[in-house]
């Protein structure tokens, strides 16, 4: 019997797991961590038959040594793909890929959409997937969204689910341990850094990018996107332009651009802009890529306008939580770095009461800082960012900002401050309470979905209080 180990007991590795031993592996999975919550996930797994060890990564050198054969080892996204155990792997010569690679040698004659950026990309599956969908189609979203890919494979496995299309989102996390992957359609969203800390170049963390694209029968580009512009020309001189302005749309014919009102599509009217709900210029973008892989994959325009028509966005990313006493509170918790919380800024109305910190990240933080200045009226800081945003709010002249470390905290403060200004300055349009983090979630959550949620649920508390 073939023997496979997945390193990583997240739920990407748990999907790893299942899939291999469903189709006739032994299989162990190893964690670097021990804990509660990890030990219910062994139990789990051991029952069903596969050997789970906590608090270390295997010494494949040894094991093989000892006479046992290593003939796979699969790598769940959260593992970095040079930490030791990885390495090592690789350099004895075992097959050694990433979760997407194995989720790949089970659903390659399915036909993908691959979509990578720093920014943008969960709106774009998760839209890409509602117009495949209005279609017909059997669409999965899948990735760094919604399933992990290795769970669409094992459902395809044992003949549970036939899909037409694979939507994937992929991270650079996921891509960087890829060698096969070949979607039908590879969208590239947005480029700014990120990641760093991981990839550690610039350079490295777009090549990672570049790959997946690379590897695409169609290609669709972000013609807005002023590093992808530069980049992409020169790389992909086959790929579909999308735009928004007039400049970009003159170059781009062949692509998707809004004109006259409408949505075009190599020159051909798909539908009135006005059909489209959501906010932000970002999404417009976002938006437009979408109906390049829609048009691609042969969807007609009636499709695409019920699908962008009942679109609501997704979950953390500029998601209207309520109105209270006429205050709007915008949760924006998926903006986790300084691009996506600049983007967040300039997608609401102004005056606006603005929440963020959490974990750091490398970055330039200027044109966000910028944004403060023209649109906030007051910054509630919180988590381990509060003093370093206190110290880069103070070097621009803002001054009204305030550590508060919780999210409790914060929107309370948040609501106050609003309403006073409400209060205050009653013919000057109302304040909104905008939670736009610019920052990791993990010094206090573990991980921006409960982070939101929780957001959310401080909102809805606020709401019912007497």
Known sequence: MHQAYVLGLGQSGISAAKLLKADGWQVTVSDSQASASLEQ???????????????????????????????????SPG??????????????????????????????????????????????????????????????????????????ALQVLHKQLQPDWIIAELSSYQIESTQSVKPQIGIWTTFTPDHLNRHYTLE???????????????????GNDPYLENFGAAMWPKAIWTGIDDQVVEAIADGAYIDKGWVKFRGEPVFPISHWQLLGIHNRQNLLMSV?????????????DLAISNFQGVPHRLEHVCFYEGIAFINDSKATNYDAA??????????????????????????????????????????????LFAEMLKDVGFKNYEIVETLE????????????RAHNHPSQPLPTVLFSPACASFDQFANFEQRGDRFRQ?????????
């Open 41 to 75: 996930r062994k139990q789990t797994l051991e029952s069903a038959g596969i050997a789970v060890e906590l608090g270390g990564f295997p010494d494949f050198a040894k094991i093989i040594e000892s006479g046992q054969s290593v003939d796979l080892v699969a790598v």
């Open 79 to 152: 593992v970095p793909w040079d930490c030791p155990a990885v390495e090592q792997a690789r350099s004895l010569g075992i097959d050694t890929i990433g979760e997407i690679e194995l989720a790949w040698r089970y659903l390659k004659h399915i036909p993908w959409v691959g979509i990578t950026g720093t920014n943008g990309k969960t709106t774009v599956t998760s839209l890409t997937a509602a117009i495949f969908q209005a279609a017909g189609l059997k669409a999965i979203a899948c990735g760094n969204i919604g399933f992990p890919a290795c769970e669409i």
């Open 204 to 222: 490295a963390y777009r090549d990672i990018k570049a790959s997946l694209i690379d590897q695409s029968a169609h290609i669709v580009l972000n």
């Open 292 to 304: 390049a892989a829609a048009k691609l994959a042969g969807i007609d325009a009636k499709h695409i």
């Open 342 to 387: 600049e983007v967040g800024l300039k997608a609401v109305k102004p005056p606006v009461v603005l929440i963020a910190g959490g974990q750091p990240k490398q970055g330039d933080a200027s044109a966000w800082l910028e944004q403060i200045r023209q649109r906030a009226i007051g910054v509630l800081l919180i988590g381990e960012a509060a003093s």
């Open 409 to 420: 905290n914060a929107v309370q403060q948040a609501s106050y401050i609003a309403h006073s």
């Open 458 to 466: 401080l909102c809805q508390e606020l709401r019912a209080s007497p």
